[in-house]
């Protein structure tokens, strides 16, 4: 079992940043594959970026360049740097912990980029 929750979420002009935070419990933090998702009102739930290992990145092709995952295995978290933010960034965000079939969500946080 992983028990994660997010913060630093919040309300942000265009061209802005803000870094995310997912802080994890529970199981071995290190053995499981994590990620950033967000859904915007209306649309589906969809990948933002996702961590494999250490170094290995995958990202979604509209936050390419942007957006940086990142790990602390030391501190249990993960993060998600993002810059250059626009109105359609717009979503809540979740953290995702995966492993195998096992997979855990956290409760979402809300990011608006408005002027």
């Known amino acids: 079992q992983v028990q994660l929750v997010e913060s630093g979420g919040g309300l942000v002009q265009p061209g802005g940043s803000l870094r995310l935070s997912c802080a994890a419990s529970g199981s071995p933090f290190s053995i499981y594959t994590m990620a950033w998702y967000r859904q915007a009102p209306g649309k589906q739930r969809e990948l933002v970026a996702r961590?494999?290992?250490?170094?290995?990145?995958d990202y979604a092709d509209t936050v390419k360049g942007r957006f940086a995952i990142s790990r602390d295995n030391a501190k249990n978290t993960v993060y998600l740097q993002m810059n250059k933010l626009t109105p359609q960034d717009t979503a809540v965000y979740y953290c995702?912990?995966?492993?195998?079939?096992?997979?855990?969500w956290g409760q979402g946080t809300q990011v608006t980029v408005s002027s």
């Open positions: 961590l494999i290992g250490t170094f290995y990145t």
């Open positions: 995702n912990a995966a492993r195998g079939e096992d997979s855990y």
